[in-house]
């Protein structure tokens, strides 16, 4: 298969996943009600924020890391994260008048996300980055 057809296929299977997972994930913030605050779309945006500084070193030590990106980064995680969702609950929070929360829902998604990144790539680091 060439490459760009395994790429395609990765990124398709990695997405099914990462739709399916990011659903379940959702259902279970559903049952569990969290008193209205989008924790959900928090959990699976901050994890996937953590898994793809993770993946960006496990990666770059792969035979082929065009396909471990495709299938990790832009399927798994493009599917399981969602700026979408955020942007319909802070859209939800505009109209309800929330202000306190849209502010720390914002400040959540981007700190979180950013410190996660961070986290995940210093532990990839720890895991499979250079010895010295």
């Not at 790429?7 to 997972?21: H, I, K, R, S």
């Not at 493009?78 to 969702?85: E, I, K, P, Q, R």
């Amino acid at each position: 298969m060439s490459g760009a057809w395994s790429q395609t296929l990765a990124v398709a299977l990695g997405g099914a996943f990462g739709a399916v997972l990011r659903y379940a994930i959702n259902q279970f913030f559903l049952r569990h009600g969290y008193g209205g605050v989008p924790s959900a779309t928090l959990v699976v945006n901050v994890v996937g924020c953590f898994c793809a500084g993770l993946f960006l070193v496990w990666i770059e030590q792969r035979i082929d890391p065009a396909f471990w990106r495709a299938l990790l980064i832009t399927g798994v995680l493009g599917a399981l994260t969602t700026f979408s969702a955020l942007g319909l609950e802070v859209w939800q929070l505009l109209r309800a008048e929330r202000w306190g929360l849209i502010a720390i829902t914002l400040a959540a998604h981007v700190g979180l996300g950013v410190f996660a990144v961070g986290s995940g790539w210093h532990l990839g680091q720890a895991l499979w980055g250079p010895r010295g």
